[in-house]
């Protein structure tokens, strides 16, 4: 009983503040994820964080996912956890190839390296970072490696010769 309260207070405090900016909401195994639109990110980021009914203190994790073929093709997916009232959220944003997500560094500083893993190994670019830099791969690698279009053998170069040969575009 109690965790149906806690889950129904995530669920409608979070929609009827930013009715909006909540795109979904899906409840599963006492899972909350709300998909939220890309340019309230920070609004949603800031009143979770900063809410006393919702303590989002903790950032736990900030990851991409290359949803080929499906369209817009990756999703940043955001896991939060109230350290003080011990529930969490996830929040999951959508992009198409090309478009942007605004960096979350200022309200969770934390976000500076699993931002930059998802820009390393997805080319997710998050505006306003600080230092939006590879973290794995060398500063001359070409590519994105967690893509689900990147050769599994990587590219030919002097390093790999059994890699794949580029396209030339």
């Not at 050769?151 to 890699?163: A, E, M, T, W």
Request: glycine fraction near 6%.
């Amino acid at each position: 009983m109690a965790a149906e309260r806690k889950e129904s207070h995530l669920v409608t405090r979070v929609k009827q503040t930013f009715p909006d900016a909540v795109l979904e909401t899906v409840v599963f195994q006492d899972e909350i994820t709300h998909r939220v639109d890309r340019a309230d990110l920070l609004r949603v980021c800031d009143f979770l964080k900063n809410d006393t009914q919702m303590q989002m203190n903790y950032l736990v994790d900030v990851i991409g996912i290359d949803r080929i073929p499906a369209k817009p093709r990756f999703e940043v997916v955001y896991l939060l956890y109230s350290i003080p009232l011990r529930h969490r959220v996830r929040l999951k944003v959508k992009l198409e190839e090309g478009e942007s997500v605004p960096t979350i560094t200022g309200i969770w500083p934390a976000a500076d390296w699993p931002e930059r893993e998802a820009y390393d190994m997805f080319g997710i670019v998050f505006d306003g970072h600080p230092n939006l830099s590879r973290i794995y791969m060398g500063p001359d690698w070409e590519g994105f490696p967690l893509r689900k279009d990147y050769p599994l053998r990587g590219y030919k170069d002097q390093y790999n010769p059994f890699g794949e040969e580029r396209e030339e575009n």
